[in-house]
Every structure is written in C-alpha cells, then in structure tokens.
C-alpha cells in the first residue's frame, strides 16, 4: 500500500462547470456552522471555482451532511433535483478519491479525477442518491442482479488494462452506465466506449443517461455471444481493452479468440469465489494473471 504522493494528489483545478449559480438559502440549516464566504449570498453568485475551494474546506461530515440532507429532500412526492445537488455530490467525491488513493496506492491522477468529475449520483436510484459518494456497491433494481459497482473497482480494472486517453474499451454488463461513463472520461475525446448490457431497462437507463457522451455507443444484448461487435470501437491507438462487469465460470473461449495481440481483458473469475483475472495476449501466446479476490454479480446468460 503506498502513501499518496504529492503527484498522485486528487486535485480540485476549480473547473468553471457550465452549472452557474448557488442561492446560499438552500444549505441553511444543514451545515452545523454557517460557512463564511462566497456560499453565503443574498442574491445567486457566480460560485464555481469559490464554491469548490469552500466544499473543500468544509469537515467531509457535513458534505456528507448536506447531500444526505438534499438527498431526502429530493424523495418529498414531485421533489425535483436541487440546483446545489451536482456540486455538493461532487464535494463529497473529495473525500472518495481520497480514500481510494490511500486505500490502493498510487494511481494515474486522470483516473482519480474522473471519480471525481463524473456524477455518481445520476447513475444510482433515486432512493441511494445520499449514498453516491460511498465507495460502496449499490443496487440498480430489486433483481438482485444488477449493482453499481463500488468506484474502487472500476479504478482496480482500469488499471489493469492500463486504460489511457485515445484507448477504446468494451465494457461487458453496463448496468446503469457509470463506468462507461468512467472510461469515456479516462479515454477522452479521442477514445471510444462500447458497453453492453442484458437487461433492457438498465440499458435503457444507462442510454438516457449517457445521451451527451459522443464516444459511448450502449448495446441490448448478451455479452458472452458480443465477440463479434468488439471490432466496432477501434481507436486510434489500435489497444484493444475489455472489461467485464459480471462474474464468470471461466473466460469464454470466443473471448480469448476475439481478443487481438497486445489486447487485455479483466474480469471477475470463478463458480463460488471470484478471482480478478487479467488475460493478455502476447505475441500469440495468452498470458492469465491473477489480481485478488473480488465479488461481482453473475452471469445472466442462458447460453
Ligand atoms: C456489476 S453490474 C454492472 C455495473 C456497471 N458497469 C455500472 O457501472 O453500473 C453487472 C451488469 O452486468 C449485466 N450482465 C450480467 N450478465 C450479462 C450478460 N451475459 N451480458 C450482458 N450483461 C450482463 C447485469 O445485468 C448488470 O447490469
């Protein structure tokens, strides 16, 4: 476990977000000390870059205070989102890429950053929205079948695969879509996302959702017979990369077929226990290593 360096920091840069302005009233009552400064205002402020530096320095447990507290607020029958819910969810991921830094060691600040920047909160149920921040699986239905994963867990997978910006990825289970989202953050502009998923609603949930990700295409379908359609997302870098959100009894063979040389697939492996495995093809020749214990949800294939 290695300490945080100083360049491995999770950064807040301040971003200007296209999200403009904060009516101070909004948090009154929640945070235990009124904050002095640009949140406090009696008219809308322009508060971005203010508002980020005061989130940062406000205790992690009164951010947490105060999403919980906009949380409940938005479960109140015709409730909508409330102006400040992006922000302070945002907030609370401070306190997330944190522990993950301390908890995993040193990671790529790109990948941290897009923990930060993508908003969890859409992707979780209305109900869960207080819990976002966790680093916490969540569940997507009453199924059983479908969670969102714990952040941790895409990073752990990400970097496996060495996921970089102008890469393409296959994601295999999209669930909701955060880590599609994840990845397209990670693998920018220049890079692509294909993820499929079984259950037609999440990928209905997650197509909605990902509505304005130019480089994210969502598929019905059922991921161990997907082979075929990997070859959609070539990118520019040509580095083939595949994720798989769903526990299998072993790689499919179709998938290690499909996979070209210099490509890497991750995935969780095994009947009862579930091992993070990660397959390589090197010059031909398939490489399997293995990355921990891991829990996943399993494979909804009849196949
Ligand atoms: C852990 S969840 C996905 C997490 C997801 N990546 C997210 O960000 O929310 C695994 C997903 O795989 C889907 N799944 C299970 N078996 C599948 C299969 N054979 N083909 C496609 N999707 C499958 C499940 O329906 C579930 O949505």
Same mark, same amino acid.
């Given at each position: 476990?290695?300490?945080?360096?100083?360049?491995?920091? *999770?950064?807040?840069?301040?971003?200007?977000?296209?999200?403009?302005? &904060? =009516?101070?009233?909004?948090?009154?009552?929640?945070?235990?000390?009124?904050?002095? $400064?640009?949140?406090?205002?009696?008219?809308?402020?322009?508060?971005?870059?203010?508002?980020?530096?005061?989130?940062?320095? &406000?205790?992690?447990? #009164?951010? @947490?205070?105060? !999403?919980?507290?906009?949380?409940?607020?938005?479960?109140? *029958?015709?409730?909508?989102?409330?102006?400040?819910?992006?922000?302070?969810?945002?907030?609370?991921?401070?306190? &997330? +890429?944190?522990?993950?830094?301390? #908890?995993?060691?040193?990671? =790529? %600040?790109? @990948?941290?950053?897009?923990?930060?920047?993508?908003?969890?909160?859409?992707?979780?149920?209305?109900?869960?929205?207080?819990?976002?921040?966790?680093?916490?699986?969540?569940? !997507?239905?009453? %199924?059983?079948?479908?969670?969102?994963?714990?952040?941790?867990?895409?990073?752990?997978?990400?970097? !496996?695969?060495?996921?970089?910006?102008?890469?393409?990825?296959?994601?295999?289970?999209?669930?909701?879509?955060?880590?599609?989202?994840?990845?397209?953050?990670? +693998?920018?502009?220049?890079?692509?996302?294909? %993820?499929?998923?079984?259950?037609?609603?999440?990928? /209905?949930?997650?197509? =909605?959702?990902?509505?304005?990700?130019?480089?994210?295409?969502?598929?019905? $379908?059922?991921?161990?017979?997907?082979?075929? #359609?990997?070859?959609?997302?070539?990118?520019?870098?040509?580095? @083939?990369?595949?994720?798989?959100?769903?526990?299998?009894?072993?790689? *499919?063979? *179709?998938? &290690?077929?499909?996979?070209?040389?210099?490509? /890497?697939?991750?995935?969780?492996?095994?009947?009862?226990? #579930?091992?993070?495995?990660? +397959?390589?093809?090197?010059?031909? +020749?398939?490489?399997?290593? =293995?990355?921990?214990?891991?829990?996943?949800?399993?494979?909804?294939?009849?196949?």
């Amino acid at each position: 476990m290695g300490g945080r360096s100083s360049s491995n920091a *999770p950064v807040d840069k301040g971003r200007t977000a296209p999200y403009v302005h &904060l =009516d101070a009233a909004a948090h009154e009552g929640v945070c235990a000390r009124r904050p002095e $400064g640009p949140l406090v205002a009696s008219s809308p402020v322009l508060f971005t870059v203010a508002f980020r530096r005061e989130m940062a320095r &406000l205790p992690a447990a #009164q951010r @947490q205070e105060w !999403l919980t507290a906009l949380a409940l607020k938005m479960r109140e *029958p015709g409730a909508g989102e409330p102006l400040e819910l992006a922000e302070v969810a945002r907030g609370c991921r401070l306190s &997330l +890429v944190e522990a993950i830094a301390k #908890q995993l060691g040193p990671f =790529d %600040t790109h @990948q941290l950053n897009a923990v930060l920047e993508v908003p969890r909160e859409r992707f979780v149920r209305r109900e869960d929205v207080g819990r976002s921040a966790d680093d916490t699986p969540l569940p !997507l239905d009453g %199924t059983g079948l479908a969670t969102i994963s714990a952040p941790h867990a895409y990073l752990l997978s990400y970097r !496996l695969l060495r996921l970089a910006p102008g890469d393409s990825l296959v994601e295999l289970g999209t669930g909701s879509g955060y880590g599609a989202a994840l990845a397209a953050a990670i +693998v920018g502009p220049k890079g692509r996302v294909l %993820t499929i998923e079984i259950d037609a609603a999440l990928a /209905r949930w997650a197509r =909605d959702t990902l509505r304005d990700e130019p480089n994210v295409t969502v598929l019905d $379908g059922d991921a161990v017979s997907s082979a075929a #359609q990997w070859g959609e997302v070539r990118d520019v870098r040509d580095a @083939q990369k595949v994720v798989v959100t769903f526990a299998v009894d072993a790689v *499919p063979r *179709p998938w &290690l077929e499909a996979l070209r040389d210099g490509g /890497r697939l991750v995935a969780p492996v095994g009947k009862t226990e #579930q091992r993070l495995v990660l +397959v390589e093809r090197r010059r031909g +020749v398939l490489v399997e290593t =293995d990355h921990g214990a891991v829990r996943y949800v399993k494979n909804r294939s009849t196949r």
